[in-house]
């Protein structure tokens, strides 16, 4: 949601959203859950566009797989799993991959994994001369936000 981009000089506009039934509604771009409801406030404005995923259930946890160790050349196999009050539909879980000591998700390893059903898995190379230590692993629903963190062990 947001106003007309083509429009100038209109100033943000307090709208109430409303739904024709109640859905588990999640702001996406800020990661919030807004609860089973059919209506709630928000601000529109021509620079930041809102997104909303509205679903039949409430996404209540995400587990990330990935093996405690793994040695430098091997290939990390990841998998995802998103649990949720009823049955799951089609998730994407987003996987941040964090080299030791590193605040910056690693571009080349970092991906999404298409959830069918709730499940999915993808892998990520390592490689010959990355850095030895914990790794760190932060598996996200793109939708609800819902996250979980792992950590690998790169020898």
Known sequence: LQLDILQRAVPDQQVQVTLPKSAF????RGRKFLGEVSRWDATL???RPLVYALLPYRVERVVG???DSAARGDTVR???TVQCS???GYHVVHVDVFAPDSNRPHRQYSQNLG???GTGTGSF???LNDPT???RLVFRDAASGVEHTRTIEVR
Request: aromatic fraction near 8%; include cysteine.
């Open 86 to 88: 009823a049955a799951p």
């Open 25 to 28: 509604v999640y702001d996406v």
């Open 45 to 47: 404005s021509r620079a």
């Open 133 to 135: 230590g914990q790794w």
């Open 115 to 117: 959830c069918e059903g």
């Open 78 to 80: 990841l998998g995802a």
């Open 125 to 127: 190379p390592l490689a």
């Open 65 to 67: 797989q990935a093996p």
